[in-house]
């Protein structure tokens, strides 16, 4: 009797993890042998962010992929919540373009990639950084590049009182803030973070990098922002 052939019992555990749990898409669950099915791929792919960027509330030229449509949140969703990693495969799919049509070449070469970073935390409790996976595809992408450690973020209440407060008036009480603590410093950094609303994160990361970095340049990517 001939021995099975070498990839034969991680395909029969695939063939049978596919019987007992049929491969769906990520976004709307429908029977899909990819990632995502044509439908969901196809409105991602058209609700790209008008001219690719917009000016936050806090003055800063951000870089944008999507708008933040229901597809959009439910990809983050899926990375963010639910451990489904091969998603930060394709929000970096749908970034990469941006950085190739929107960055000069000169500035590229000379960039680093900074994810925004978790609080001790939450990276903790969340077990994972989902920037930081998106972070690892776009280096392999552009051979540019990455920095995890020399950004730090802390999180501060900004009273000691929370009893009685509500979980939105608790939120509402933390105050984020980052420190530089690396040693090297970059002539150019692209920020990178899965959502932006406000700008307020983007802004405090990059006022803490040039704290430190004066001359660093500093661009904010980001895959999703809810359009006006
Ligand atoms: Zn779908």
Redesign the pocket.
């Known amino acids: 009797m001939k021995p099975p052939p070498k990839n034969f019992f991680s395909h029969l555990s695939l063939e049978l993890g596919n019987l007992f749990f049929p491969p769906?898409?990520?976004?709307?669950?429908?029977p899909?042998t990819d990632f995502?099915?044509?439908?969901?791929?196809g409105?991602l792919q058209q609700s790209c962010y008008p001219h690719g960027h917009f000016i936050s509330r806090f003055g800063d030229l951000v870089f944008c992929s999507s708008r933040y449509t229901k597809?959009a949140s439910l990809l983050i969703a899926s990375l963010k919540y639910h451990r489904n990693y091969p998603a930060a495969q394709w929000i970096a799919k749908l970034i990469y373009p941006l950085l190739e049509s929107t960055i000069p070449y000169s500035r590229l070469q000379d960039s680093v990639f900074i994810p925004v970073p978790l609080s001790l935390q939450k990276k903790f409790s969340r077990g994972y950084n989902q920037c930081e996976l998106m972070v690892d595809v776009l280096s392999r992408m552009t051979g540019l590049p990455k920095d995890f450690q020399s950004l730090k973020r802390h999180t501060i209440f900004v009273d000691r009182d929370q009893i009685g407060r509500s979980r939105k008036e608790r939120e509402n009480n933390l105050s984020c803030q980052f420190e530089w603590v690396g040693r090297k410093t970059y002539p150019s950094v692209l920020l990178i973070d899965d959502i932006c609303t406000t700008g307020k994160t983007l802004f405090e990361c990059r006022q803490a990098i040039q704290k430190s970095n004066p001359q660093c340049f500093v661009q904010p990517i980001v895959f999703a922002h809810p359009e006006g």
């Open positions: 769906t898409c990520s976004i709307c669950n429908a899909n995502l099915c044509k439908h969901c791929l409105l597809e």
